[in-house]
């Protein structure tokens, strides 16, 4: 209800009327005239409530008199009276029934109670109604009121005061708010303000009006008041507080602001009065330094006061906020003050409403922006915006390096304990409530153990005061432990807030502004406002070295999640800003802070250490105080969530990670993630901390790059909590995402983004190259998904991407090769299968950029790497296979660049690929790949790891062949346009066409390049690969070489077939002897092929024998070629040159390509069909053609025609070759080659070595020299016309040659049945068969062959003396067959008994039928048989084989039984002198041989063994001494010699003595001594001297016997029991039975032929004899026995003297 109301106004005038009645009786006793006033007034109200319809205006009008009641009763001074009135007087206020009159008279009653002391709190309720409810108070009046309210203020009663003190606040506010509505009234009427005077009076304020007037007046006495100096207008005043003043002063300048702007008097009031008051007020404060000695300065020095100090400060806060544009200078000085009151020095609670302040500044961007245009950008202008920034940094900085000084609380005081009292406690916040019963933390800030806990100071954005508000205080208060901190750290987020958040708005709506303007004018370009640019920047470059400082050192100290979340989120902003706004260095300085927390600390990265230093390196100075960037510290009580290994190139301990750095990392995360665009190159920064971060956490690489978290076996000392477990999969998710996102960088960014990460992966690369240590694959996998999620603009990034990829793959270390080829094949995969627009076949140099770096891979020398690069390619072609077109030299460049390094897996793959080509893919590449297809088969054959794949791939070819034979009409098409293209090509050029084979077709260029393949796989180093490659390529040119062209069989021939037998000639020659081991794993390798020489052998085999195939099968074609008789004769060079070679088995298969090729010039073999060889062949006969040309060194031209000379030396029909005298002598003239072939061949092989034994290398086998002599027969059939004396001896040192070679002890087995059999060897068979050929052609020849016959038993005596001295093979020495082991490779002479024994009886044979012949006596040749028999006679038991001094015996005997009559009969001509010596010495040699009978010899074998001695005795007695008068004299001589030798027995001590009497050759002694005495006592002694002989020889005998005897019956007799040696018993059994032989002679002997001293000699024994009969030894006794016996024929009665005519 409104005061003005009906209803109101009434109740008003009821109120007045029942006032003046109460007041009436009131003062009815007392005071009489107030009374009467009372009831005056009731009528006067009446009256005018009666007479007006505007009762208010009227009772305003006549208030003075309403009013004077009232006024009277307070002058009463009686409480209740006075109490009423004013109530009165407040009713009629607050209707607005006073006019200024009546307020001038109720203020000076109201001051009159004042001074009395009555009812103040009534009065100021008074005053404040009178002045709030309507606006009648002015000038005097008003001052009045207020300085009645400010005595009041002052009385001793403290509700009063506080009451009055509230009054003056509301009454100033008043004021003010009057001149406010003043202003607003004549807002619209514009009037002329008066030049300003320069008038000093401070009154003159004309200018103003009547409000205005009043507020100035008012102010102007408040600023007096403060300065403590009188006031001008305020009369009356007794007292006053500064500390009053300046709320008062503040809240006008707060609240009112508008009023000191828009009025110049107010402005001058401003800078006049205001400022220099606070200067002037805050000089104390300025003054004091905390701990100063104040006995030192000279005055004393007045000390700052906390309710003025802050006062001050609010004050300032509140000028700075509003007045700034008026007072730029005066804000200067008090922002530098302010600065100031942060400064170390100064007292704590100072220090804290300074940092107050310096928030309530923070939280205005406009202002800080302000600052920063006015002072910042001016020059000579002091830095106030940075100092700002710069002062909250060493704030807090200092904070954690001087201990609180001027506090008491402890420094490490418990969380929840510190602070004073009530205020800790309450503003705490959650951080002392907290802490009851569970166990979270306060959260605090900790460095270098210093720990200060954190409060919630304000909201954020809003600068609540703590301290600034404690208006009440009059002490210093404490403050609690944290609370700077606090405010300070809550300042430095909300400045970095507000600037982010402020410049980020402007910016957007200017990039707005761009976008519309170039909608409009699209062709001009965006000029932007560049002043605006600059506050930007400048701001920037003012605070960010500041902030970060602090920033980085509240980062490492803080220990809450929360406090860490808002500086990273801090830093990450100023980044961006950076970033946005094009600044590097804090840019990058901001980056850098981040990475280094995200890591541990003290964490050695380069990249993060260069960065700092550039920082460090400028120091900012504050105020004297040097800020560093402050490194981390490493005593952090974080909570430890990771421990990992560190990403270095040695090998550390381990490093931890902690919550705080994790929740630095998401950070990083963040910000690469929403602001990539504006990183450029602080990308590397970023990706080299998350790599080390990944790397510490184990995150490892999986498929498309992504992390993933990797097993714990990975690394040995990583260790994670399961808090971050939980994290890592989202840590990998968000990485993964952020490189995604790299899709919607611009070019410029993305090209950053990659740099970065190929930069970071060189590091990584240098890293990991010294060692084997695990290495960082975070860039390379990361290089991965970039290029993955870019595909559509591929071709922009392609080069730097496979560039860096391709060096990593070659790096040393296997991982990261590893993860390069990966990379690098998953890319070339994916960008070939990406559907790209144009397509890539109709875009073909893209499709060769995209493939070229999978050729460059082929350059790296790492297998896994090729490994990779083939199973991709394997990939493509099994998807893109069709689609290659033009890429295809480039595919199969990558297959075929195999090396031999690169190990069988690598080359398995790429066979694989290779295999697929073949199999699906050579009809739809280009014709012109086909010979690329080729030459990588033949690399594969070629290659040395994989045995079964160079076999495969030598298949392969022969596909490949098959395909050429199948396709070849279209393939010669294409090739030929091909061809003309290149032809034209070449002429422009002005060069010449430059391709393999040249002058051939285009198509059989083809085919040559395969046989060259072939070729070259025919002497590969593996003997496998060459059978099958010589195999595939005899039966390739054998199936396909009808496609040749005739020109190009020539090539085939020169360039093909004898230059692949050059190589393996040279090869075979030079091959290894070195025994191979087993090849690898359980393959045994078979001992024929266990050395490179023998593997070699076999190809040689192999080639040699393909090559005479070829030969044989196409020689109608080669025939047609101009220079077929050179090749020919190459051909046999290289038959001889194989047969020659040091290998058996090469040497015999050339033999048998010789006959082969022999064949193909004569097919006359036995009664063959000419053309058998070629029948089995299945080539026509047709073929067999004369030879045109004429071939070189063709002998003699003979007249008679080869037919003819066949029948004739065969005597056999033989089917004619094609008719034609050249034919003829072309046949002829290759026999005779042929010979000199065989005979050079012969020569070599069979030559024995001249060096000593260590020297020869190579002795030829058997079944070699056996195929050689074999081959003579036949051809000595075609020769023989021709065969000289010559050629004989040649044969024959051939022969000899052959014979004498030795076999090894390992063949021996095979060769040689066993020792005791007597076998011939098939060679020696065939020497025998070729003597026997020539000695039978020579049996039918013409007389003037008979000369050979001689030449022929020379030959065969020679083989004869084998038996007893086998041959030396130069100066070899070999074993006995029998004492060879068979597993040492000693050369072992063959057993050549059987075939001297067999030689023998040859040349028994021959003499046989030859004996008589001229030539054969002329030759001596009987001489030579004895001379050679001497041999194995004279050895006898010592010969190698008992067999063959049996057969010498019997041989000499059949010999002489036919030569002795032949050399009788020719006595005279003495062509038999010299044999007769001979004969003498072999009967004496054999008879008495040197060697003694084996122990092991029966009785049966020696008695027969003694026979033929008897035989011998016999053949001399029959055959020779009857003929002694044909004999020459001495011979006869030397013969009884002999005989009486044999008759004397010869003891051999090795006889056991029961075989004593057989081995005493008993009954050769007889024949000898029978035959002896027959000749010695025989009338018919032809001469004395014989008789002589004999009988001396007697005379000996019966000495030795009587000396025999004599010693033994001495001994036995000494030696008693003892037996005497066997020795000396066997001796004397043998003198016994001597003794008997002896009389048995004598009885048979005519008794006149016996001399009679021997006799006396036989008698004279008798006594010995008898001695001997006590001997003890039976065999003795028995002997005994038998000598005595024949003496009975002496014992006669004896004769008389007389009677035998004696005396």
Known sequence: MSTSSPEAVKKLLENMQTDLRSLSMECKKKFPPVKEAAESGIVKVKTIAARNTGILAALKENSLEVVQPFLMGCGTKEPKITQLCLAAIQRLMSHEVVSEAAAGNIINMLWQLMENGLEELKLLQTVLVLLTTNTVVHDEVLSKAIVLCFRLHFTKDNITNNTAAATVRQVVTVVFERMVAEDERFKGIVEQPPPVQGNTNRRSVSTLR?????????????????????????????????????????????????????????????????????????????????????????????????????????????????????????????????????????????????????????????????????????????????????????????????????????????????????????????????????????????????????????????????????????????????????????ALLDLVRGITSMIERELAVEEEAAAEFRETHPAQAWQPQPGVHLVWEEMVSACWCGLLAALSLLLDASTDETATENILKAELTMASLCGRLGLVTPRDAFITAICKASLPPHYALTVLSCNTANLSSKAYSIQGHSVQIISPSSESHQQVVAVGQPLTSQPQGTVVLTAKNIQCMRTLLNLAHCHGAVLGTSWQLVLATLQHLVWILGLKPGMGGALKPGRAVEGPSTVLTTAVMTDLPIISNILSRLFESSQYLDDVSLHHLINALCSLSLEAMEMASGNNKEPSLFAVAKLLETGLVNMDRIE?????????????????????????????????????????????????????????????????????????????????????????????????????????????????????????????????????????????????????????????????????????????????????????????????????????????????????????????????????????????????????????????????????????????????????????????????????????????????VLTLAGVARIFNTRRYLLQQLGDFFEAWEVLLNHIQSAALSKNNEVSLAALKSFQEILQIVTPVKDSDRPCDAFAAMGVPPVLIDPFSASGPGRPLVRSDSLVERLTRYNGAELQAPPPGEESALEDSALWWSAWNTWYRTGTDSTRPPSGPTEKFSFIPSQPFLTALIQIFPALYQHIKANFSMEDLKKLGVILHGAVSVPISSDASPFILPSYTEAVLTSLQEAVLTALDVLQKAICVGPENLQVMYPAIFEQLLLFVEFSCKPPQYGRMETKHVANAKYNQAEWVALNYVPFAERSLEVVVDLYHKTACHKAVINEKVLQNIIKTLRMPLGLKYACPAESTWKLAVSSLLKVLSIGLPVARQHASSGKFDTMWPELANAFEDFLFTKSTPPDN???????????????????????????????????????????????????????????????????????????????????????????????????????????????????????????????????????????????????????????????????????????????????????????????????????????????
């Not at 001016?378 to 000084?405: C, E, M, W, Y």
């Not at 030397?1534 to 090795?1550: E, V």
């Open 1497 to 1703: 010899l029966s009785i049966q074998e020696f008695q027969k063994n003694e026979a033929v001695d008897v035989e011998v005795v016999q053949l001399i007695s029959t055959e020779i001494l009857p003929f002694a008068n044909f004999i020459p004299k001495d011979f006869v001589g030397q013969i009884m010699a002999m005989l009486n030798r044999g008759s004397i027995h010869s003891q051999s001590p090795s006889f056991t003595e029961a075989e004593i009497d057989v081995r005493m050759r008993e009954e050769f002694s007889k024949v000898c001594f029978e035959t002896l005495l027959q000749f010695s006592f025989s009338n018919k002694v032809s001469t004395p001297q014989e008789g002589y002989i004999s009988r001396m020889a007697l005379s000996v005998l019966l000495k030795r016997s009587q000396d025999v005897l004599r010693r033994y019956v001495e001994d036995e007799r000494l030696s008693g029991h003892c037996p005497l040696p066997r020795q000396q018993v066997t001796e004397i059994i043998f003198v016994l039975k001597a003794i008997s032989t002896l009389m048995d002679s004598l009885k048979k002997t005519q008794p006149e032929n016996v001399d009679g001293i021997t006799w006396a000699q036989v008698i004279a024994l008798y006594p010995t004899l008898v001695e001997c009969v006590t001997c003890s030894s039976p065999e003795v006794s028995s002997a005994l026995k038998e000598a005595l016996g024949p003496f009975k024929d002496f014992m006669q009665p004896p004769v008389s003297r007389v009677q035998n005519g004696e005396s």
């Open 210 to 490: 009547p409000s205005a007037k009043d507020a100035y007046m008012l102010f102007q006495d408040l600023c007096q008041l403060v300065n403590a100096d009188a006031p001008y207008w305020l009369v009356g005043m007794t007292e006053m507080t500064r500390t009053f003043g300046l709320e008062l002063l503040e809240s006008v300048l707060n609240d009112f602001p508008g009023v000191f702007l828009q009025h110049q008097e107010f402005s001058f009031l401003l800078k006049e009065r205001v400022c220099p008051l606070v200067i002037k007020l805050f000089s104390p404060n300025i003054k004091f330094r905390q701990g100063c000695n104040s006995a030192a300065s000279p005055a004393p020095v007045e000390k700052p006061y906390f309710p003025i100090c802050m006062r001050l400060l609010r004050v300032v806060s509140v000028l700075i906020k509003h007045f700034y544009t008026l007072l730029v200078t005066e804000c200067e000085i008090f922002l530098s003050l302010l600065v100031k009151f942060l400064d170390g020095e100064k007292p704590q609670w100072l220090r804290a409403v300074a940092v107050e302040s310096v928030h309530r500044l923070c939280v205005q961007p406009h202002l800080l922006r302000s600052f920063c245009q006015s002072y910042d950008m001016k020059q000579h202008s002091t830095k106030v915006f940075r100092d700002i920034v710069n002062a909250l940094g060493s704030f807090i900085q200092s904070l954690f390096i001087i201990p609180n000084a001027g506090n008491s609380t402890a420094v490490s005081a418990p969380a929840g304990g510190s602070g004073s009292g009530a205020q800790g406690g309450a503003q705490g916040g959650p951080g002392t409530g907290g802490v009851s019963g569970n166990l979270t933390t306060q959260a605090a800030f900790e460095y270098r153990g210093t720990w200060i806990p954190l409060m919630t100071v304000s909201v954020q954005g809003s600068a609540k005061a703590t301290y600034l508000e404690m208006l009440d205080k009059v002490e210093p208060p404490s403050i609690p432990e944290g609370y700077a901190m606090s405010v300070a750290f809550s």
């Open 796 to 1100: 922009i990034l392609w080069r730097p991407l496979t560039g860096h990829l391709l060096e990593v793959c070659q790096h040393p270390n296997s991982r990261m090769r590893e993860w390069g080829a990966e990379a690098l094949t998953a890319l070339i995969k994916a960008s070939l299968a990406y559907k790209h627009d144009p397509p890539l076949a109709q875009n073909q140099r893209l499709q060769l950029l995209l493939l070229n770096p999978l050729k460059e891979l082929s350059n790296v020398l790492h297998a896994d790497i090729r490994q990779k690069q083939l199973e991709s390619v394997l990939q493509i072609l099994q998807s893109q296979g069709d689609s290659l077109g033009p890429g295809w030299p480039l595919v199969l460049g990558v297959i075929g660049a195999i090396r031999n390094d690169q190990g069988e897996s690598l080359i398995r793959t790429a066979f694989q690929c290779l295999q697929l080509v073949v199999t699906d893919f050579l009809p739809t590449m280009p014709c012109t790949c086909l010979q690329i297809v080729v030459d990588v088969a033949g690399s594969f054959g070629l290659q040395n790891q994989e045995l079964n794949i160079s076999l495969t791939s030598i298949g392969l070819l022969w596909n490949i062949s098959d395909y050429f034979f199948q396709r070849g009409e279209a393939i010669i098409q294409e090739l030929e346009r091909e061809e003309e293209a290149l032809q034209k090509r070449a002429q422009e050029k002005g060069e010449t066409l430059n391709r393999p084979f040249h002058p051939a077709p285009p198509f059989d260029c083809l085919w040559l390049c395969l046989y060259a393949k072939l070729g070259e796989m025919c002497v590969d180093p593996r003997p496998a690969v060459r059978k099958s490659a010589g195999q595939t390529l005899f039966s390739t040119i054998a199936a396909h070489g009808t496609l040749l062209q005739q020109p190009t069989w020539h090539i085939v021939v020169w360039k093909v077939l004898f230059q692949l037998l050059d190589c393996v000639r040279a090869s075979s020659t030079t091959a290894d002897k070195e025994k191979i081991e087993s090849g690898g794993g359980n393959i045994l390798i078979h001992h024929s092929r266990d050395t490179a020489e023998k593997q070699w052998a076999e190809t040689w």
